[in-house]
Nanobody, 118 residues
Framework: QVQLVESGGGLVQAGGSLRLSCVTS????????MGWFRQAPGKEREFVAR???????VYADSVEGRFTISRDNAKNTGYLQMNSLKPEDTAVYYC????????????WGQGTQVTVSS
């Protein structure tokens, strides 16, 4: 059984930083695309970033230059470093594994709350 567990969310002031982690069990992540998504209250879930098995990355325009996605295959863990956080970054953040389509992934975590105060 594949499980993804996010951690690292919390409350931070605007301009601050957080690093989210996504620990995966039940499947190695080394050759699989990992993605991060977020969902704010009353809004649809949106793409944040993804990293392919080969290490190439893609970011949403809204986070480009502020967020960095990475992975540690030895630890079967993905990361999302978030800098210069803004109140509009407030959302539940989800990691996902094995991309099947633009926003379709086979496995999802339970989410971690990120709240940015102004």
């Amino acid at each position: 059984q594949v499980q993804l567990v996010e951690s690292g969310g919390g409350l931070v002031q605007a301009g601050g930083s957080l690093r989210l982690s996504c620990v995966t069990s039940g499947r190695t992540i080394s050759s699989i695309t990992m993605g991060w998504f977020r969902q704010a209250p009353g809004k649809e879930r949106e793409f944040v970033a993804r990293i392919a098995g080969g290490g190439s990355t893609v970011y949403a325009d809204s986070v480009e230059g502020r967020f960095t996605i990475s992975r540690d295959n030895a630890k079967n863990t993905g990361y999302l470093q978030m800098n210069s956080l803004k109140p509009e970054d407030t959302a539940v953040y989800y990691c996902a594994l094995r991309r099947l389509g633009p926003t379709t992934y086979e496995y999802w975590g339970q989410g971690t709350q990120v709240t940015v105060s102004s």
